[in-house]
T-cell receptor, first 114, second 116 residues
Framework: DSGVTQTPKHLITATGQRVTLRCSPR?????VYWYQQSLDQGLQFLIH???????AKGNILERFSAQQFPDLHSELNLSSLELGDSALYFC?????????????FGDGTRLSIL | AQKITQTQPGMFVQEKEAVTLDCTYD???????LFWYKQPSSGEMIFLIY??????QNATEGRYSLNFQKARKSANLVISASQLGDSAMYFC?????????????FGTGTSLTVIP
């Protein structure tokens, strides 16, 4: 158990809809990261938050947004969903944002778009 | 250019033997971190080992060691005494600094199968 909690574990929805994925980092971790893992594109870094502030952006679509709340949990919002958004979405956390700190991953949310 | 390259889509190893999983990386930043993660069929991502760009010695964690060749930009994972539970996908990743945070890149992974 990594200590990172992601909900829900599975999500099935239709094209055009909007969903929210939730992540609770390990106790004491200030940094939260979001990733998308799909068969065709592999594991893609989406965004990094540190103590409520956005720190780095990766391959995150404009239809996607994220935030980190004062209690440090984070949400990833996906809107106008397309079939290609079907993927496993991971949240990870680390104590701060230092280069040498490994990230600890949650079990992921599997999103299926019908 | 790809930031992380893993050229072995699939590897097989006999139980109790050692295996090397290849990883090369591309960066012009002198400061970076290299990581290996394991993803079993159950889907979770498990951190294995870390190597910093300024580390003089190769990192080791139990049966895992990282063969770091900086000039060649390679960071191969060596698993000694393979066990059946080592069968999984293995991902090499690099972290490099941006202005305000860090950017992360993962390779496409190597599927390792341990044969009894």
């Amino acid at each position: 158990d990594s200590g990172v909690t992601q909900t829900p574990k599975h999500l099935i929805t239709a094209t055009g809809q909007r969903v929210t994925l939730r992540c609770s980092p390990r106790s004491g971790d200030l940094s939260v990261y979001w990733y998308q893992q799909s068969l065709d594109q592999g594991l893609q870094f989406l965004i990094h938050y540190y103590n409520g502030e956005e720190r780095a952006k990766g391959n995150i679509l404009e239809r996607f947004s994220a935030q980190q709340f004062p209690d440090l949990h984070s949400e990833l919002n996906l809107s106008s969903l397309e079939l290609g958004d079907s993927a496993l979405y991971f949240c990870a956390s680390s104590p701060t944002g230092l280069l040498n700190q490994p990230q600890h991953f949650g079990d992921g949310t599997r999103l299926s778009i019908l | 250019a790809q930031k992380i390259t893993q050229t072995q889509p699939g590897m097989f190893v006999q139980e109790k033997e050692a295996v090397t999983l290849d990883c090369t990386y591309d960066t012009s930043d002198p400061s970076y971190g290299l990581f290996w993660y394991k993803q079993p069929s159950s889907g979770e991502m498990i951190f294995l080992i870390y190597q910093g760009s300024y580390d003089q010695q190769n990192a080791t964690e139990g049966r895992y060691s990282l063969n770091f060749q900086k000039a060649r930009k390679s960071a191969n994972l060596v698993i000694s005494a393979s066990q059946l539970g080592d069968s999984a996908m293995y991902f090499c990743a690099m972290r490099e600094p941006q202005n305000t945070g860090n950017q992360f890149y993962f390779g496409t992974g190597t599927s390792l199968t341990v044969i009894p």
